[in-house]
C-alpha cells in the first residue's frame, strides 16, 4: 500500500483556519477595528456594504506598514506583536495570533493601501483566496485601508450559512460598540449602505456610551471606581429601575478586551440583588485593567473568553465594588416606611389555606406548557380549565366546544352578577390586587393585574384587525433615541403602533431617533420614552421565548406594559368597570399567560372548608 498521507497546501490551511476565526462579517470587522487600533489609529472609519458580505472597509490613520511588511501581514502566524512565549504573558495589544489577516486573504477578495508617516509612496496590494494578484507603489495617505470584499467567496458553502442582512449587520454593530465602547478617546465612523449610522468624537466613557445608546442613558448610570494594587475596576452600571427584561447592555472589557464571562456576569447579577425584579438584567459597563500576567487570553481563536488566575477573588471584588457604588448612590434595599405595607403582599404558597380552591384545577395542568404555540391556541386548550372552576358542571359532555364553554361561563357569571344587585359597593379589594365579589354560586376572585391584561390585549387586538385607534397629541412632541438595533425593531412597528393609536414617526434628520407626536387616547402614563422602550423589549422577549406572531406580540407587549397592576388600589367604580370590560371578552378566563383570571370558590366548599383541607392534604392519604 502506498502511503496516504500528505501536507495540506497553505491557502487550504489558511481556509480551515479562517473558520475558526472568521465566522460571520462581523468577525472580520472586529478583527479589522481591532488592528487599527493597534497600529495606534485615532480615526478609524468603517464602511459595510449589504451586511458586510458584499464589502468590509477600514481606514485608520495608525502607523502604516512598510512594503515588506504589508506583504508579510498576510502570512499565517506573522505577528509585530509578540516575540516570544514569554510575551503572551505581557499583551497589551488586541491582536498577538498572527491569524486574522491571512483567514480573511484565504475566503475574501483584499485590496490593501497602507504607508507610514515617514514614506513618500504607500503600496497598494491586491489578494484574492491568499494569492497575491499585485503589488505595486501607490499615492496615499498615511495610515491602513483594508477593503475586504466578497467575503467567502471562495467557501460559497459557508456564504449560505450567513444570515439575512438583519441578523449580519446587528452582529456587525455589535462588535463595532464593543470596540468603540472601549476606546472612547478614539473618534469612529461608521457608514452602511452610504447611510451614517455612528459619528463618534473622542470623548469620556460616559459621553460614548450616550452617543451609542441614546440620550437616556445620559441619568441612568451611576460611576463604579475599585482601585487596587494589580488591578483596577472602573466603569458604569444602570440604575436598577431601567434593567430590562432580556439581557441587553451588559458589557465586560478586561484590559480593552470585550470578554464573556458568565460568572462574573452573576457576579454583577449578585450585587444587584434585592434591588431587581425576578427575570430582569441591569445594564452595565464595566472595566477591569489588570496586570496581563494575572490572566490567559489565550484559550479561544476570538480572544472572547478569558482565564484569571483567581476567579474567586476577581468575583468577590467585582461584587462588592458594584454593591459599594449602588450603596453610595443610596440605592440599596431598604425598609421605606413610606410605602403601604399591604403592597409587600406575596402571592400565597400553594399550601396555604387561601389558595385552596385553585387546588380544584387539574394539578398537571401547566399554563406554560402551552406558552410557545400560538396564542388562540393556547387560549381554547385552556378552556378545559373553565369547567373546572365549577364543580357542578357536567364535564363528561364531549360534545361541548371549547369556545361555546367559554361563552356559556361567561353569561352564567354575568347573570349571576346581574342576579345581585351590582352596586358598587358590592365589590372588596383584597391586598390590592384581587378583586373579590360574590356570585351565585359563592365567592369570585379575580386577578386584577391578569384581567386587565386580557382586557387590553383583547382590544388592541381588535384595533389592529380593523380601524384606526383614538389618539391624542402630545403637547409637546416626545423625542426618542434608540440604540440601532432597537430602532430597527420600532422602524418594523410604527404602523401598528400606529394603527393603535400612536402617533410615531422617524426623525429624518438623525438615524435612531423618533418623534412621538401622539399616544393612545385615555393613556395616563406620562414617561412616553419608558413606555416604547417597554414595548420594545417585551416585544423582543416575546419573540425569542414564544415566537409569536407580530399583531399578537404587539397586542401583548403593549398590554403588559399598560395594564394596572397588582398593588394598585382601585375604586369602586374601577373594579366594576374592569369586571365588565372581562365579562365582554371573548377568553375572560385565560390570562394572555395562560393563568386563571377568575377563581370561583363554591359556596358548598366555604362550608365544607375543613374536611376539604385535611382530604387535600396528601400526608393523610394512604
Ligand atoms: P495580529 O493582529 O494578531 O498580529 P493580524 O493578522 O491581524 O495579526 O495582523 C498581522 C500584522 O499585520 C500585525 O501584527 C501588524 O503588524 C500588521 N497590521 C495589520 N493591520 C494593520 C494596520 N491597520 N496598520 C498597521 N499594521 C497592521
Ligand atoms: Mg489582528
Redesign the pocket.
Known sequence: MSDIIRLLPDSVANQIAAGEVIQRPASAVK?LL???I??GAQHIDLVIKDAGKTLIQVT?N????SET?ARM?FERH????INSVNDLFSIR??????????SIAAIAQIELK?KKVEDELGTCIIIEGSEVKSQEFCQCQSG?T?MVKNLFFIVPARRKFLKSNTVELRHILEEFQRVSLAHANISFSMFNDGKAIFQLRPCSLKERIVAIFGQNFNKRLIPVEQEMESMSITGFVGKPEFAKRVRGEQYFFVNKRFMKHAYLNHAVDNAFDQLLPEKSYPAYFIFIDINPEEIDINIHPTKTEIKFQDEKVMYSVLRSAVKASLGKFSITPSLDFSKDPTLDFTMPSKDTPIRQPSLKLDPNYNPFGYAKKEPSMRETSNLQNWENLYPDRNTGDEEFQPAKIVVEQALQVKADLGNEDSTPDNFFQLHHSFILTQVKSGLMVIDQQNAHERILYERYLNLLGNRKALSQQELFPVKISLPPAEAELLHDLIDELNLLGFHIEPDTSKSFQFRVNGTPSGLKQTDIVGLIEGIIDNYKTNMLELNLDKRYNIARSLAKNLSIKRGKKLQQLEMKSILESLFACQVPDISIDGQAVIRIIPLDRLLNFDMDQSEQNPNNRS
Not at 506573522?78 to 506583536?81: G, L, P
Not at 495589544?93 to 491571512?102: H, I, K, N, Q, V
Request: charged share 25%; glycine share 14%; with cysteine.
Open positions: 478583527e481591532e488592528n487599527a493597534d497600529a485608520d495608525g502607523c502604516g506598514m511588511d501581514a506573522a505577528t509585530s506583536k495589544t488586541m491582536g498577538f495570533r498572527g491569524e486574522a489577516l491571512a497602507t491602513t483594508f
